[in-house]
């Protein structure tokens, strides 16, 4: 089953609000953190050491919690990349030049303004010099060049698009760079992931390594 483009897109902003919910869990956690060291420093032993403890810890917990659910949401939008649909456009249909050419031929013969008589030749007249033909240049051989894998045009377009940096992309602009279908564009990106030369970070931005 096909998936819409429109939902990868709200997949990866999913993905950035879970990424900026991390680093905001991973700010209080450190303050927590602080603040422990703080009641140590001036009462090790009383009370309000345990109380801090206790809140670090469970901090501490939402900020594994939220990892996970990262990895989660980078798995997820790593396989809808892969069933993304299609767009293919709808062409509308071209007249056949052949046939055309034959209709206006038809036309031609069925005028009679330009039917001619036929003209009687004679003998003599109707010799003429053969033509010395100029020599045939055979065309010189064309060395095809080695096809690029789908997964190798689309390294090249990344490195294009995102210039050494880290940005989201979206599939219509790097097929449209790339030139490759859209539907071919998550296997690609799967393909890059597999082989180390692409990280897919967990707000949806696209990395080169």
Same mark, same amino acid.
């Given at each position: 089953?096909?998936i819409a483009s429109q939902? !990868?897109?709200?997949?990866?902003?999913?993905? +950035?609000?879970?990424?900026?919910? =991390?680093?905001? !869990?991973?700010?209080? $956690?450190?303050?927590?953190?602080?603040?422990?060291?703080?009641?140590?420093?001036?009462? %090790?032993? *009383?009370?309000?050491? @345990? *109380? /801090?403890?206790?809140?670090?810890?469970?901090?501490?917990? !939402?900020?594994?919690?939220?990892?996970?659910?990262?990895?989660?949401?980078?798995?997820?939008?790593?396989?809808? #990349?892969?069933?993304?649909?299609?767009?293919?456009?709808?062409?509308?249909?071209? %007249?056949?030049?052949?046939?055309?050419?034959?209709?206006?031929?038809?036309?031609?013969?069925? +005028?009679?303004? !330009?039917?001619?008589? #036929?003209?009687?030749? +004679?003998? *003599?007249?109707?010799?003429?010099?053969?033509?010395?033909?100029?020599?045939?240049?055979? %065309? +010189?051989?064309?060395? @095809? &060049? %080695?096809? $690029?894998?789908?997964?190798?045009?689309? $390294?090249?377009?990344?490195?294009?698009?995102?210039?050494?940096? /880290? &940005?989201?992309?979206?599939?219509?602009?790097? /097929?449209?760079?790339?030139?490759?279908?859209?539907?071919?564009? =998550?296997?690609?990106?799967? &393909?890059?992931?597999?082989?180390?030369?692409?990280?897919?970070?967990?707000? =949806?931005?696209?990395?080169?390594?």
């Amino acid at each position: 089953m096909a998936i819409a483009s429109q939902t !990868l897109s709200q997949l990866q902003a999913a993905g +950035s609000a879970v990424n900026a919910a =991390g680093l905001a !869990l991973q700010q209080e $956690l450190q303050a927590h953190s602080h603040a422990l060291m703080e009641q140590m420093a001036m009462q %090790p032993f *009383g009370p309000e050491v @345990d *109380g /801090a403890y206790q809140q670090m810890r469970q901090v501490a917990r !939402l900020v594994h919690e939220m990892n996970s659910l990262e990895q989660q949401l980078k798995a997820i939008y790593l396989d809808a #990349a892969q069933k993304v649909q299609a767009e293919v456009p709808v062409l509308p249909a071209l %007249p056949s030049v052949t046939r055309r050419r034959r209709v206006q031929d038809a036309s031609v013969v069925s +005028s009679p303004e !330009l039917i001619e008589d #036929a003209k009687v030749v +004679s003998k *003599g007249e109707g010799k003429r010099k053969p033509s010395k033909r100029p020599a045939t240049v055979k %065309p +010189s051989a064309v060395v @095809d &060049k %080695p096809k $690029l894998a789908n997964s190798e045009l689309l $390294l090249k377009a990344l490195k294009k698009i995102l210039r050494k940096q /880290a &940005k989201a992309v979206g599939h219509v602009e790097m /097929a449209k760079v790339s030139g490759l279908p859209r539907g071919s564009i =998550g296997a690609s990106i799967k &393909k890059l992931v597999e082989t180390n030369k692409l990280v897919v970070e967990s707000n =949806g931005f696209f990395k080169l390594v």
